[in-house]
């Protein structure tokens, strides 16, 4: 049987290509009922078969569903399929707490909604089907609800799986927080320690020496908004400085500008002229590629006249000959 087994396995031509959407549905299915497999298994048996012999065991029920891949095949296929479904249910869940909070600004649509390039751009896998999808749910949930029960034989029941039964059979814990004592109050200190810790004043000397004379506000004021020829000139001279600078930047701008259009026409009519030219001399070389053309087809048919000529000429000497011998005389007899 072992023999007849090995023989079937290597006779295997295994299909190439894309995977079909019915391929993939016999992949997911075999998928589950290999989880489903070993999961009855763990039961009853401590440790696990090698994944080599789990994959060969997806791939013979592949096999028998019409779906001729091989267990690599299969192997790379569901690493695809689990790395593009993290990725689309972590992307609907961000959309979903978006949308449970209420923020009106959400631009995020569902995955299912979007078009193709807008998956592109997000990262997203843009072929995913929603098919697909609901069987890799019901395969992750039921694998997710196995974990939970750790192989022990009973059902799966949220309220009784998300904790364990030590856990909930404990108390709650009381903390006890004990009391601290409270600071004690600052301590007021009398007029007498207030004095001392206050520090020593430099003694009073009298100011012998006259004050300078400050010069008034409003004077400052007025000198500095006096409207005095001295001042206007000066105002019309730093005007006309302004201007003058900012007509010499203006011109250094326009002679810049007027620079690098002539050196940018400059470039242009070169370019242009140097296609000019290379078209010309293409030209050249097809005139010339023609007239060699048009000189091997005249040393051609000079050739074949020639030819013909000589044939002719031969023809007519031999024709000639046999005529001459044909008037002849018989010698006699």
């Given at each position: 049987m072992d023999s007849g087994g090995s023989s079937n396995i290597m006779l295997r031509d295994y299909r190439k290509g894309n995977w079909t959407v019915q391929e993939t549905m016999?992949?997911?299915?075999?998928?589950?009922?290999?989880?489903?497999?070993?999961?009855?298994?763990?039961?009853?048996?401590?440790?696990?078969?090698?994944?080599?012999?789990?994959?060969?065991w997806v791939e013979d029920y592949c096999w028998r569903n019409g779906c001729l891949r091989s267990q690599n095949q299969c192997n790379d296929k569901w690493d695809n399929l689990m790395r593009d479904f993290k990725k689309v249910r972590e992307y609907e869940r961000r959309v979903a707490e978006k949308l449970a909070e209420g923020d009106g600004s959400n631009n995020m649509q569902s995955y299912w909604k979007i078009e193709r390039n807008e998956r592109k751009e997000k990262n997203l896998p843009t072929n995913m089907l929603p098919e697909i999808y609901e069987a890799l749910v019901e395969v992750v949930d039921k694998r997710g609800q196995k974990v939970l029960i750790g192989g022990s034989g009973t059902s799966y029941n949220p309220s009784t799986t998300s904790l364990s039964p030590t856990l909930q059979q404990q108390p709650p814990i009381q903390l006890q927080i004990a009391a601290l004592p409270l600071p004690p109050p600052p301590q007021l200190l009398s007029p007498p320690a207030i004095a001392q810790q206050q520090p020593p004043q430099p003694p009073y000397l009298p100011y012998t020496q006259p004050l300078p004379t400050m010069c008034d506000s409003s004077e400052r004021d007025r000198s500095e908004h006096s409207d005095s020829p001295a001042k206007r000139r000066r105002k019309g001279d730093q005007g006309e400085a302004g201007t003058s600078s900012g007509n010499n930047n203006l011109q250094e701008v326009g002679s810049a500008i007027f620079k690098s259009a002539a050196i940018i026409a400059e470039t242009i009519q070169a370019s242009e002229e140097r296609e000019e030219r290379r078209h010309r001399e293409m030209l050249s070389l097809h005139e010339r590629r023609l007239q060699i053309e048009e000189s091997k087809a005249e040393i051609n048919r000079q050739g074949i006249n020639g030819l013909v000529d000589s044939v002719n000429r031969l023809a007519n000497s031999i024709l000639s000959l046999a005529a001459n011998n044909n008037n002849q005389p018989p010698p006699p007899t």
């Open positions: 016999v992949l997911i299915e075999a998928k589950k009922m290999d989880d489903e497999r070993r999961m009855k298994r763990q039961d009853s048996e401590r440790g696990n078969k090698p994944g080599e012999l789990r994959w060969k």
